[in-house]
């Protein structure tokens, strides 16, 4: 009860201890009491502007020994709402000031009255007279006669003029002062743009500084205009998302000649800093069904100065030991068209099955649009399977064509955007049996953050498969669906979901339906944890019948680095079977999807 007491008397004592310290003079000098007010038609952005940047406003409530400090504050306060009013239109903007002085304090109190916004009464631009219809169009949209002559307005407008000679064949073009004069009678603003357009001119040569490995016939082959093309700076700017693209430049930075040529051209200047061209990267995970494995890769990314790539990977581990090589051509007989080739030779000991394989690949990549990629090619794989103790061996050649659709924001740890991969695989057994089958196959991914500054992603991942072709028996394991794993159904081990053959090894199927959906939380720069679930199923018919799915669930750790997230994730089945284990674990690099 006493308690009470004390915190009764604390609630009705505070707001007077307040008003007293409040109050009390000061020490040494005199309080400052302040107060702004805004009168007039700015919006609320602009009188909350004003008072955030108010130094009066700042030091509100604190001891002055010194009026002349204070007096020099004021007049700050007054340059400052003088700039942010012109900015925002009111050229006749007022500021009214009061100082009054008693024994304890200063008392100051400023009104700014707005008055009207200024219109722009007449808008000019000084130019070649033959351009200046292509200034004033491109200026419109940001500025007109009768818009509120706000002073980003006015600055945006000659940009966009200025560009639009540029982007006519005036790259050289400049903008000298701009004139803007305020007739305080009539209440509006007239402005004058001096633009030196320069003369018209077309794309010279280009000209490299910087280059060690890289070809210059190479690089120049990468550039979106052709000879006699007007100049102009969105093909430069094209330009230099395409040098930098090619992974080969630390720094590409392009900038026209400062002088025209003689015969109406103007030279290109690329100034680059290379990259080195070998890399070796490292990698290790862990998941319960496949266990450990190790990964190594050397790359060489500028073979023959070319911008030719040249892969080799040896994976070591459990369930996987092989070498594989991919070589890369980019830009093979067109710009944004990669010639590929891929082989493969190793070993995989997999729950469903132990094989010997060999494979190799050739295909072209190119590019339809900056989030469309269309890849075709051929395949022949060579396989030597073996299943309980006896063994097939079978020599298959396909015909793999792929979609893939990618708006996402980063690679290994996406926060918005949409994927969706689609793969069509004829193919026929060239031994033995001859048979045709059809592999389709599509993944969608969808991810979703409630705003830029939130630490929620939201995700969610489909996947849907069918073969078509021979009955199951006759399809090797190696090309059957298989589900189950962590990049698959977590709670279950790697393949281990779906039928089992009487020993209890998983015999995959002709169809597949997965889906998951995770809420991925990040409270710190480098640490996040994920709440997920999985479902999915293996069919042995040709189509899903989306029934008997199992789910499992879990929750996962991630520690960020400046590459990508590395994932640990711990999960268990939903309604555990006999033989299935209560947890799963897996560890690798990136989020799971």
């Not at 805004?38 to 001891?63: D, Y």
């Not at 990468?222 to 090619?246: C, N, V």
């Not at 630390?250 to 015969?263: G, S």
């Not at 030279?267 to 680059?272: H, N, S």
Request: proline letters at 5%.
């Amino acid at each position: 009860m006493s308690r009470l007491k004390h915190w009764i008397a604390a609630f009705i004592l505070w707001p007077l201890v307040t008003a007293a310290s409040w109050a009390a003079p000061c020490d040494d000098g005199l309080k400052l009491d302040f107060n702004l007010q805004v009168r007039g038609a700015a919006r609320q952005e602009v009188r909350e502007l004003l008072t955030s940047v108010s130094r009066l406003q700042e030091v509100e409530g604190e001891c002055f020994r010194s009026l002349a400090r204070i007096e020099a504050l004021m007049k700050d306060d007054r340059v400052m709402f003088d700039r942010i009013l012109r900015a925002e239109g009111f050229y006749g903007a007022l500021v009214d000031e009061s100082t009054r002085r008693t024994p304890e304090a200063v008392i100051i109190r400023l009104v700014v009255i707005t008055g009207p916004v200024y219109p722009v009464a007449s808008l000019t631009f000084e130019t070649d007279p033959a351009l200046e219809p292509i200034a004033r169009a491109a200026a419109a949209p940001l500025l007109a006669t009768g818009s509120p002559a706000e002073s980003v307005a006015i600055v945006a407008a000659e940009n966009a003029a200025l560009n639009a000679l540029m982007e006519a064949g005036h790259p050289l073009a400049k903008a000298e002062e701009r004139s803007v004069v305020v007739d305080h009678a009539a209440r509006s603003v007239a402005v004058t743009y001096h633009l030196k357009a320069g003369p018209e001119l077309r794309f010279g040569e280009v000209r490299f500084e910087g280059l060690d490995r890289s070809k210059t016939g190479y690089l120049e082959r990468l550039h979106p205009w052709k000879p006699g093309d007007i100049a102009k700076p969105s093909a430069l700017g094209e330009y230099q998302k395409r040098l930098q693209a090619t992974g080969l430049f630390r720094l590409v930075l392009l900038d026209w000649a400062t002088e025209p040529n003689a015969d109406g051209t103007v030279d290109v200047i690329v100034k680059t800093e290379e990259a080195p061209p070998r890399r070796i990267e490292l990698g290790a995970g862990y998941s319960t069904g496949e266990g450990a494995e190790l990964e190594a890769s050397w790359t060489h990314r500028n073979i023959g100065g070319t911008g030719n790539m040249l892969k080799l990977t040896l994976t070591a581990g459990e369930s996987e030991q092989t070498l594989a090589s991919e070589w890369r051509k980019p830009h093979f007989r067109r710009y944004g068209q990669t010639l590929v080739a891929r082989g493969k030779i190793g070993r995989e000991h997999l729950p469903a099955y132990t094989s010997n394989l060999s494979e190799a690949y050739l295909g072209i990549e190119r590019r339809l649009n900056r989030h469309l990629v269309a890849t075709a090619g051929a395949q022949v794989k060579a396989t030597d399977l073996r299943e309980d103790g006896s063994g097939d061996t079978f020599v298959l050649a396909g015909l793999p064509l792929g979609l893939a659709y990618d708006t996402t924001d980063v690679l290994l740890d996406p926060t918005r955007g949409v994927r969706v991969n689609l793969r069509l695989q004829p193919g026929i057994s060239v031994i033995d049996d001859n048979y045709l089958f059809l592999i389709n196959e599509v993944k969608a991914s969808t991810y979703w953050k409630p705003s830029p500054e939130s630490p929620l992603t939201l995700a969610g991942r489909v996947r849907l498969g069918t073969i078509a072709g021979p009955s199951q028996d006759q399809i090797p394991e190696s090309e059957r669906f298989f589900a189950g794993g962590g990049g698959s159904v977590r709670g279950f081990s790697y393949q281990g979901l779906g039928p089992k053959d009487a020993d209890g090894d998983p015999v995959g199927g002709r169809s597949v339906f997965e889906m998951a959906f995770e809420a991925r939380a990040r409270f710190s720069e480098t640490m996040g944890v994920v709440a997920f679930i999985d479902g999915g199923a293996i069919y042995a018919d040709r189509w899903p019948q989306f029934n008997e799915l199992r789910f499992g669930t879990g929750l996962g750790f991630r520690y960020y680095t400046a590459f990508a997230p590395i994932r640990i994730d711990v999960a268990t089945p939903i309604d555990r079977r006999d033989g299935e284990s209560a947890i799963t674990l897996y560890i690798g690099i990136g989020q799971s999807f």
